[in-house]
């Protein structure tokens, strides 16, 4: 079994950064593609990023292309999400997932572990 921990969140202005982390224990994630996922309330989950299992492939949605940056490092057992010009429209829960495969696919339904979830509230 994996389990995830999200962490980072926080309020910040419109404009401005955070950088999420998530970190596993339980099973090492060197196989394991992950992925970044947000809700907003009365949404559906979506997707914002994924990796491979290698950090050698992302894929980001086009919301958060150029402001966003998905990375892992597997040796500390542990993924990051680079959010840069945050917009109010990125408020949401933002979940780290992983992948029982190495490819990383931009779908919700592909991912088989979950974190609890960190809120990340942009102010306008």
């Known amino acids: 079994q994996v389990q995830l921990v999200e962490s980072g969140g926080d309020l910040v202005q419109a404009g401005g950064s955070l950088r999420l982390s998530c970190a596993a224990s339980?099973?090492?994630?060197?196989?394991?593609?992950m992925g970044w996922f947000r809700q907003a309330p009365g949404k559906e989950r979506e997707p914002v990023a994924v990796i491979s299992w290698s950090g050698g492939s992302t894929s980001y949605v086009d919301s958060v292309k150029g402001r966003f940056t998905m990375s892992r490092d597997n040796a500390k057992k542990t993924v990051y999400l680079q959010m840069n010009s945050l917009k109010p429209e990125d408020t949401a829960v933002y979940y780290c997932?992983?992948?029982?495969?190495?490819?990383?696919?931009?779908?919700?339904?592909?991912?088989?572990?979950w974190g609890q979830g960190t809120q990340v509230t942009v102010s306008s």
């Open positions: 997932a992983a992948r029982t495969l190495g490819l990383a696919l931009l779908n919700v339904r592909e991912y088989d572990y």
């Open positions: 339980g099973r090492t994630l060197s196989r394991y593609a």
